[in-house]
């Protein structure tokens, strides 16, 4: 075993949607940043998981969310060419402003832009233990072969199971029930022109009744099947009580999901025009809404989310509906046009700490408010509420929950983000993504 040491002055713990945004802000407002990653890119949900459509980063009147994150979405298009999607309302009162991206441009962006930014990268290595040494914190990481010891003077938690904070001995809450997680994937050479939506019902409950499928397989219950053949899958598969915050969950919540695309793609394969089904894509990793979440300084409430509570810290905007995954489907609770909650730099500091933060579904929130707050574009604005926290705090020798919120909100501005009670005009995106009358 190869014992290594480095002494930085960020350290971000996982390199997910919030955590390559974090890095970003650190480095570039001049902190030296390292990432610990435990698997072999960037980008968590958008890359592993397979969730690559990042929402949502304007409203119906509005940009609410822009920055670094906007930054990389705007590359990843440029590069692949993909249309951005129309500036409409799809089914109201809920937006469809999702800004899909190709996942495997996203990965490879993100690591050249925190190569760019001077980043120290570290792949395929897990936090194994932290503590205060004096001053700096002293972290210690493991990988195949390397034992490594970091010294940080920041440490930013963006594992979305706040494994740094639980490490710690800090507070963190949970559930009695979590939401369920998607194993996303998508089917191929299925002709369904010809099939009637009985015809397929009937197979499907009779499918449902012998246990050739099982409750979750399709996450609707009171929908057809048919939804689930012409989206080829594509987010519709639920893992109950999927969880990621340790190895033997996730191995669990990964080996329940590949269980059930085989039954479904058994099942498929009986309906005519289907036999030659197959799986066209399937992501390593089941993604997971829901595990912990940190008791912070501040507390975000559904209450405070559906009214768009301008809190006296606010660092930035979240604009997605409530959205609790349950047995049986999903229940939504809309916000009301104009609309838009903000995001509190309290509920990223885990109570009672100095010199941590959390950013991504980790915050302190209640979990009707998290279910809105976990996705990605509200993840990125936490990411780069803490890397510039986080640096400031190291710059001034003093820890990042007492640097001085107008400083904090303008280096945040010199890295365009929005800052509330400031709003922008919807982006010009070219001319079939305009606005709907």
Known sequence: MEQLSETTDVLVVGGGTAGVVAALQAARAGAKTTVVEATGQLGGTITNGGVCAPALFWSADHQVIAGIGWELVCRCKELDGTPWPPLRRSRAPRPSYHAAVNPYVYAA??????????????????IDGIRDAGGPWLARTRGRGVERNIRAREVI???????????LGLAVERGDVVQPGTLEFRFRNMQVADLTEAQVDAAYRQALADGR?????????????????????FNLLHVFSADSSTAPLQTDANIRGRAAVLRLLRFVQTLPGCRSATIEMMRPDTAVRETVRIVGETRV???????????????????????????????????ERGVVPTLPFGALIPRGSERVLTAGRAISADRLAHSALRIQCSCMVMGQAAGAAAALGVQRAMPSRNVPLEDLRDLLRQHDAIIPPELRPLPELGPEAQPAA
């Not at 993100?110 to 980043?119: I, P, Q, R, S």
């Not at 938690?157 to 490490?167: F, L, Y």
């Not at 499928?213 to 899958?233: K, N």
């Open 157 to 167: 938690d963006c594992t979305g199971d706040a494994i740094v904070i639980r490490q």
């Open 109 to 126: 962006v993100a690591e050249e832009l925190c190569l760019e930014a001077g980043v120290t990268l570290h792949y395929h290595e897990f």
């Open 301 to 335: 409430t559904v209450d405070d989310y559906l009214a768009g509570r301008v809190f006296d810290d606010a660092v930035g905007y979240s604009i997605y509906f409530v959205d609790e995954h349950t047995r049986d489907g999903t229940s939504q609770r809309f916000l």
């Open 213 to 233: 499928l099982h409750q979750g397989d399709f996450c609707y219950a009171d929908r057809s099947f048919m939804t689930f053949l012409r989206g080829t899958g």
